[in-house]
């Protein structure tokens, strides 16, 4: 089973334009009887605290000024969705993206974009996935986390309302400041620019500028 687009299925072939209008499938959880849905966030060892988290504000007009290609090289079944994934834990998550997204998009980088684990690449971190040009020029870290742990349609509010709470010493439902310490810690200590929180219903790109952390809308799966 696929899951179909509303793009025309009379084409055997795709432009950048037409790849880029697919919506990936949703997500099905599912609770295993030999274990529950975790919702406990690992502290990570290379996890920083920024000086400041704002909102990346001209991140959709970046976005949006980019003009895709509309000349049809790409076959059409290399980018056909596999079945609706069903997920349990990150594990999970990791091979829905690979499949869904990550997999697409490497074709359309070509010989300039790989998506790899961090164990493939010259990393001194532990992102979940890293976007490279090869071993030596890393792109994008991208960390990867259930809907358990991360749910929010304002990250930034969100972590600075946990921030000050923390600081205040109470306690924030459904915490962020793990999640955002972690990649920021990922981007600071590989010195990397560009980063990626994602649960694959909801995804948030990061730039790193020194200490200070800007974070996009929320972009949702559809």
Same mark, same amino acid.
Not at 189 to 217: A, C, H, I, M
């Given at each position: 089973?696929?899951?179909? #687009?509303?793009?025309p ?6 432009? !950048?334009?037409?790849?880029? #209008? %697919? ?13 529950? $849905? ?14 400041? &988290? ?6 959709? *007009? ?5 003009? $895709? #290609?509309?000349?049809? &090289? @790409? !076959?059409?079944d ?9 997920? #349990? *834990? ?6 829905? %993206? ?9 074709? %359309?980088?070509? $010989?300039?974009?790989h998506?790899?684990?961090?164990? /493939?690449? /010259? ?8 976007? @490279?040009? *090869?071993?030596? =020029?890393l792109?994008l ?13 304002d990250?930034?509010?969100?972590? *600075?309302?946990? +921030?000050?709470n =923390?600081?205040?010493?109470l ?5 962020? +400041? @793990? ?6 810690? @990922? %981007? ?7 980063? &990626?929180?994602?649960?694959? !219903? ?12 800007? &974070?996009? $809308?929320? +972009?949702?799966?559809?």
């Amino acid at each position: 089973m696929t899951y179909s #687009s509303s793009l025309p299925c009379n084409s055997t072939v795709f432009s !950048e334009s037409d790849v880029l #209008s %697919l919506v990936p499938p949703p997500i099905t959880y599912v609770h295993r009887r030999d274990r529950g $849905p975790s919702t406990a966030t690992t502290i990570s060892t290379w996890s920083r605290t920024p000086t400041n &988290v704002f909102n990346w504000n001209e991140f959709l *007009n970046g976005v949006k000024s980019y003009i $895709p #290609s509309d000349d049809p &090289v @790409y !076959e059409k079944d290399d980018f056909r969705f596999k079945k609706a994934p069903v997920v #349990s *834990n990150e594990s999970d998550l990791y091979s829905a %993206l690979d499949r869904n997204i990550y997999d697409m998009l490497s074709q %359309l980088a070509g $010989p300039e974009g790989h998506f790899g684990s961090h164990s /493939a690449v /010259a990393m001194k971190t532990e992102a979940d996935r890293i976007l @490279y040009v *090869n071993p030596e =020029h890393l792109r994008l870290a991208i960390e990867v986390k259930t809907k358990y742990v991360m749910s929010t349609n304002d990250l930034v509010q969100k972590y *600075n309302e946990d +921030i000050a709470n =923390h600081n205040e010493e109470l306690i924030s439902q459904n915490s962020t +400041i @793990y999640q955002v310490q972690q990649i920021f810690g @990922y %981007l600071s200590w590989d010195q990397l620019q560009y980063g &990626v929180l994602t649960t694959y !219903e909801q995804t948030w790109f990061l730039k790193r500028n020194l200490s200070t952390l800007y &974070v996009s $809308p929320t +972009i949702n799966r559809d």
